[in-house]
């Protein structure tokens, strides 16, 4: 992790933030985490994605080195807080989101709400509205295990993001049309076991994978296909290399 930015804290209203940003010019690249995964996560991507404009990447609440949640994580109190931040650091819009995981949710809500100032999303094996209504149905028995096991040996913070994520689907279900920015969606190809994910669950997620590209008329999709759930670790260059034709798309 030797080219990662050296990362800060800053305050932002009653919670405190971990961040970094480096880089410089436009667009600036906004880095979104998925759940519990810390600004660490992206380090293969550096030092690579600092030519491609300013960047900027953080820990949630309760991630990485950010303090727990003071108030529940609903996406309307993410995305407010990530556009605080943003402002703090004098980080320049328009933005480009680039979201992984669960971070797909807060993305996708953002580029809604402050529309404006979005120029782009790369939605990267992102959460999408759809999974988290659908997907619990066709959890295997060692998912729910597995599920059962961690709420007993660590019960869930009222506040944190996946408690509220129902109410985090119910704000993007309410908030205004997606703008017709341009989007990618990398969706990886490669297969776990079926003892660990059905092919009904399989089969549902791509299809909300396809969902996300259509957010936008200028939505595309890209298979990851030698990755499973984190093409930033096992497909880096790929992962470049989408955000470059991404930024070639963005309007001038």
């Keep these: 992790m030797k080219h990662l930015p050296k990362s800060k804290s800053i ?20 880095m979104i985490n998925g759940a519990g995964g810390p600004l660490e996560g992206w380090h293969k991507l550096y030092p690579d994605i600092e030519a491609l404009g300013a960047v900027v990447s953080y ?19 993410v995305v407010m807080q990530l556009r605080a931040l943003l402002r703090e650091i004098a980080a ?15 993305a996708n809500l953002f580029a809604r709400v ?7 999303v790369l939605f990267l094996e992102a959460t999408a509205p759809d999974d988290v209504a659908k997907l619990k149905q066709y959890r295997s028995a060692m998912q729910r295990a597995v599920a059962g096991l961690l709420d007993r040996v660590a019960p869930p913070d009222a506040n944190d993001e996946i408690g509220n994520e129902d109410e985090t689907v119910a704000e993007i ?11 990618t969606v990398i969706s990886g190809g490669r297969r776990l076991p079926r003892w660990m994910v059905s092919s009904a669950s399989v089969e549902e997620r791509s299809r909300n994978q396809e969902g996300l590209a259509r957010l936008s008329p200028l939505g595309q999709r890209v298979i990851a296909q030698k990755s499973a759930h984190f093409p930033q670790m096992t497909e880096p260059q790929l992962v470049l290399d989408a955000l470059k034709k991404l930024i070639t798309r963005l309007p001038d």
Excluded at 11 to 30: C, D, E, H, N, Y
């Design 11 to 30: 305050a932002i209203g009653k919670q405190v933030l971990r961040f970094s940003m480096s880089g410089q010019g436009q667009p600036t690249i906004v």
């Design 59 to 77: 820990d949630r609440p309760g991630v990485g080195a950010s303090p727990p949640p003071k108030e529940p994580q609903v996406g309307t109190t």
């Design 92 to 106: 320049k819009p328009p933005f480009l989101l680039v979201a992984h995981s669960f971070g797909g949710l807060h």
């Design 114 to 120: 402050y529309a404006a100032e979005t120029c782009g």
């Design 173 to 183: 279900a309410e908030a205004p049309d997606f703008p017709p920015v341009p989007v």
